[in-house]
């Protein structure tokens, strides 16, 4: 007949049922060995592992590709779960890893959001004049000439080249004291000291302790490690104070 259908029924046997059962049990103990809880070496004197070998030793080879077959099903469910077959250590371990892991790929998620975060003012794009650019020069010049542990720390670094560049314009500037404030910036990549010019209410950013005093730009000198979003202007009278200046 064209529409035949064709049922087999057959029952499962004690040896079904035992070929089953000990491949369950092979499956456990590879996923032991696998994450930890158990070694190789600790096989040769286990009771499962005697136990195992002797049931094994007794199939016939029929039954023994059963269970290989059994064994390989059990296997891949089993290993789905690794925490289910690893000792305390191992499992604290496993555990250490991923949550590590976990913070290394969040560091460097949010890192780059940290580091565009707002400042206290965003940094103008702002063309020096040329009398402003004269004027900047000739206090780089004096200040790199007469700069001294201003606040007496023992040393000589960029505090006191923004202070002795603030104090200098000052003096020979007198007029326009109001317009050179000294600005800290502190981030992950630079903790520094130096000095902001005003002109026409954009503000020039200095660094008083540059090589060349006619490059004296910031974002020239200190490329990718400065990030104006990181300025403090509000320390001006903070630092001057250091120098016994008030």
């Known amino acids: 007949m064209e529409n035949e259908f064709r049922f087999v029924h057959r029952e499962e046997t004690f040896n079904d049922l035992a070929v089953r059962e000990l491949a369950a049990g092979r499956s456990a103990c590879i996923c032991r060995i696998q994450f930890g809880c158990c070694t190789k070496d600790e096989c040769a004197s286990c009771d499962i592992g005697r136990q195992y070998r002797n049931c094994y030793n007794q199939m016939n080879d029929y039954d023994k590709q059963r269970l290989s077959k059994y064994v390989s099903e059990n296997y891949v469910r089993d290993s789905l779960y690794p925490g289910k077959w690893m ?12 949550i590590a892991l976990i913070v290394v790929c969040l560091f460097f998620i949010f890192i ?12 103008d794009v702002h063309t020096v004049s040329q009398s402003t650019n004269n004027q900047i020069i000739v206090t780089i010049k ?18 006191d080249y923004a202070c002795s560049f603030k104090l200098i314009w000052d003096a020979i500037y007198p007029e326009q004291a109001g317009d050179c404030i000294i600005i800290r910036n502190h981030s992950l990549t ?13 503000l020039i950013f ?9 490059v ?16 403090k202007y509000d320390e001006t009278e903070k630092w001057l104070n250091k120098t016994g200046r008030y």
């Open 87 to 98: 000792s305390y250590n191992a499992l604290r371990k496993y555990t250490a890893k991923w």
């Open 112 to 123: 780059p959001l940290f580091l565009m975060a707002p400042g206290d003012k965003p940094a």
């Open 142 to 159: 004096l200040a790199q000439k007469y700069v001294k542990d201003v606040n007496r720390d023992g040393k000589v670094n960029c505090i």
């Open 190 to 202: 630079l903790n520094h000291l130096y000095v902001g010019v005003y002109e026409n209410n954009s």
């Open 206 to 214: 200095v660094e008083p302790w540059t090589s060349n005093p006619n």
């Open 216 to 231: 004296y730009d910031m974002q020239t000198i200190w490329g990718e490690k400065w990030n104006p979003r990181f300025n």
